[in-house]
């Protein structure tokens, strides 16, 4: 009963930190700040009903099993959201069977927090990007395409893929990741200041 009275604190100032402090101050999303939140308490409460029962620590890993493959069907979350969504249930995981020494827990879930932190920090890949873009030319030939978005992006391009070439409609789609020049600072102050 002490890891747990321990543990429920760490686990809603850990899931505050997440969600409140990292999550919605980058993302904005105020729907998806309420599905972690939810999931977490959710996952947290099952996982103390079932370790104190004695259900076992194989039973808390076929929940975590089951809850990870839950997908928002009426609305896209990007990639950077799953992660947070693992991270939630992990907490909530984590918390709720409160494993071995009673720190453990603790340490766990500050480790995670602190991980998300530092692993999304917009800094860190201040000047990289990922975009569709439509050309409003049909490119049949693929080296063709690697210039003309370094002229359209004025960018370093990284890495593309034609997604959708149509000869009819004259359009070719491509997935591009490229990196902003250094040149261009007004353009990385205001995504700092949008993504910090």
Same mark, same amino acid.
């Given at each position: 009963?002490?890891?747990? &009275?321990?543990?429920?604190?760490?686990?809603?100032?850990?899931?505050?930190?997440? #969600? =409140?402090?990292?999550?919605?101050?980058?993302?904005?999303?105020?729907?998806?700040?309420?599905? =972690?939140? #939810?999931?977490?308490?959710?996952?947290?409460?099952?996982?103390?009903?079932?370790?104190?029962?004695?259900? &076992?620590?194989?039973?808390?890993?076929?929940?975590?099993?089951?809850? /990870?493959?839950?997908?928002?069907? /009426?609305?896209?979350?990007?990639?950077?959201?799953?992660?947070?969504?693992?991270?939630?249930?992990?907490?909530?995981?984590?918390? &709720?069977?409160?494993? &071995?020494?009673?720190?453990?827990?603790?340490?766990?879930?500050?480790?995670?927090?602190?991980?998300? =932190?530092?692993?999304?920090?917009?800094?860190?890949?201040?000047?990289?990007?990922?975009?569709?873009?439509?050309?409003?030319?049909? =490119?049949?030939?693929?080296?063709?395409?690697?210039?003309?978005?370094?002229?359209?992006?004025?960018?370093?391009?990284?890495?593309?893929?034609?997604?959708?070439?149509?000869?009819?409609?004259?359009?070719?789609?491509?997935?591009?990741?490229?990196?902003?020049?250094?040149?261009?600072?007004?353009?990385?102050?205001?995504?700092?200041?949008?993504? /910090?």
């Amino acid at each position: 009963m002490l890891g747990l &009275g321990l543990s429920l604190p760490v686990d809603l100032i850990a899931i505050g930190l997440l #969600a =409140y402090g990292i999550y919605f101050r980058r993302y904005h999303r105020r729907d998806l700040l309420l599905a =972690y939140v #939810a999931l977490n308490v959710g996952v947290l409460a099952v996982t103390a009903m079932l370790a104190g029962s004695g259900a &076992g620590v194989g039973l808390g890993l076929g929940l975590f099993g089951i809850l /990870s493959i839950i997908r928002l069907r /009426s609305d896209s979350i990007t990639q950077e959201e799953v992660a947070y969504y693992f991270i939630a249930l992990a907490l909530g995981l984590v918390n &709720g069977l409160h494993p &071995g020494p009673i720190w453990i827990a603790p340490l766990l879930s500050f480790l995670l927090v602190g991980l998300m =932190y530092v692993v999304d920090h917009p800094r860190l890949t201040l000047r990289s990007r990922r975009q569709k873009v439509v050309l409003d030319r049909a =490119y049949p030939d693929v080296q063709a395409i690697g210039p003309v978005l370094e002229r359209l992006l004025h960018a370093d391009i990284r890495y593309f893929v034609v997604l959708d070439l149509d000869l009819v409609t004259d359009t070719t789609v491509v997935d591009v990741r490229y990196r902003t020049r250094a040149d261009r600072p007004a353009e990385v102050r205001a995504f700092q200041r949008y993504a /910090s």
